[in-house]
């Protein structure tokens, strides 16, 4: 039932929910990762099922490919698709700039590849993702098993020469293994507190030997859905600003909640 809901949940719905108006028949679609992305794959899912509406759907983890073809997606690879009209994701920050953090789920190396060879890349958050200056977040970066202490080395020296405030950097774990992601790498989260220049950033952590990527998104984001908790949608657009405010209303019949909240 919709009032078991979460605020946040709510919130992440209605953002997901206005962005699959975004996505018309015959789009190559990039599906992200992450609780959020899930709420839009069940909408897409849903819009498949009783609209009709025909996708195909290059999915950014295992995780998100698994559900998409629950939910009756039809799932092709990137190198199939070759090129995308559109993705969609979350994020676990975003600033003015549309710029972003990703990765909290550690699927930051297909999803970059994925927002990247997509026509227009939308961002879909809850409001509480919203910050003045990235870095609050720990930022993930993806790095190669072999050599994985001297790639963390070698990339806290990097913080200090570039001046950055905190240099915390801890191996992700899962459980008292550390997390693998779905390339068979390792993630290393910096702990930042905030980033004064995230392109330098960007450019200068993929120079470290044994970065794969890191989850700096910068200038690929097109357009950031902000839902908030009471139903409200914000579109906000690179280009243009804040282009509509609108309200979803949440039904208490509505299926695809009650599939949502299970
Ligand atoms: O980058 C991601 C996964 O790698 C996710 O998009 C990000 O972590 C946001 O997740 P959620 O929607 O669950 O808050």
Redesign the pocket.
Known sequence: MPGELSPIDKA?FVAAKRAVDYVEDGMRVGL???????WMVRCLGELVRDDGLKIKGVP??TRTAALARDVGIEVISLDEAKWLDLTI????EFDGDLNLI???????LQ?KIVATASDQMIVI?DVG?EVETLGAFPL?VEVIPFGWQTTRALVEEMLISMDVLGRDVTLRMNGDRPFITDEGNHILDLHLNRIGNPRQLAMVLNQVPGVVEN?LFIDICDIVIVGYGDGRVETRDINQGTIEQDRLDFVENDNLFTDLAD
């Open positions: 992440k992200g990762t992450g609780s959020t992305a899930a950014t983890s994701d979350g994020a676990d990703k990765g909290g789920g550690g699927a930051l999803e958050a993702k993930p989850g």
